[in-house]
Structures are given as C-alpha cells and as structure tokens.
C-alpha cells in the first residue's frame, strides 16, 4: 500500500513538472509564430549563399 501511495505522489510531482514546463515555454512566447517554421524550409537561399558555403 505504500508504494502505491509513494507512485502516485511521484507521478503527480512529474505531471507538475510538465506542467509547469509547458506553463514557461507559453509564457516564454515559445508558440507564438506557428506559420514560419513551416514555410522555412520552402524559402530559397541566394546564390551567392550558396557559394560561399561551397568554397568552404
């Protein structure tokens, strides 16, 4: 019986903790612009960009 009661106690201390990360990373404006990191991969780079990374 204890260790059930000693299971629930860690478990409510790791969903607190998911919580409270979850709560920061909002506040912290984390998920703020969910549009351009789906269009970034589509943005080409300059030519010149990419040859300087090829003389490298």
């Given amino acids: 019986m204890i260790v059930i009661f000693l299971l ?3 478990s409510l201390c790791i969903a607190g903790g998911a919580l409270a990360a979850f709560i920061w990373a909002v506040n912290g404006r984390q998920y703020e612009d969910t ?5 970034r991969i589509l943005i080409d780079d ?3 960009d990419y ?3 090829e003389s490298n």
């Fill in 46 to 48: 300059s030519k010149q």
């Fill in 51 to 53: 040859h300087d990374q």
């Fill in 35 to 39: 549009y351009t990191p789906s269009i």
């Fill in 8 to 10: 629930i106690g860690i």
